[in-house]
């Protein structure tokens, strides 16, 4: 089991960039494959990316593709997303979430997840 607390939100203006961060405790990070939700006010939580145990695979939802790039780095413990041309359409509280099982290149639905970060807000003016 690994327990995540996201960081790295704020207000930034439409077409800036933010970094957002996850750190995991436990030493079984490297196992899991690690994954972006988020959440606007009033809207269902929707997938944003996901990358494999090993950081080999990765996949988007078409919404930030080319836009927001999934890493991680296994010895620090953290999966990044890094979020360029924000739009005011991405404001949105992100989750990081993780799960053991991989899948095909598909979005994962919410409701497969059972380990959820606090989530950090991003907030994009116009």
């Known amino acids: 089991q690994v327990q995540l607390v996201e960081s790295g939100g704020g207000l930034v203006q439409a077409g800036d960039s933010l970094r957002l961060s996850c750190a995991a405790s436990g030493r079984t990070f490297s196992s899991y494959n690690m994954g972006w939700f988020r959440q606007a006010p009033g809207k269902e939580r929707e997938f944003v990316a996901w990358i494999s145990w090993s950081g080999g695979s990765t996949y988007y939802a078409d919404s930030v593709k080319g836009r927001f790039t999934i890493s991680r780095d296994n010895v620090k413990n953290t999966v990044y997303l890094q979020m360029n041309s924000l739009k005011p359409e991405d404001t949105a509280i992100y989750y990081c979430?993780?799960?053991?099982?991989?899948?095909?290149?598909?979005?994962?639905?919410?409701?497969?997840?059972?380990?959820w970060g606090q989530g950090t807000q991003v907030t994009v003016s116009s």
């Open positions: 979430a993780a799960r053991p099982q991989l899948t095909a290149p598909r979005p994962w639905g919410p409701e497969e997840i059972k380990t």
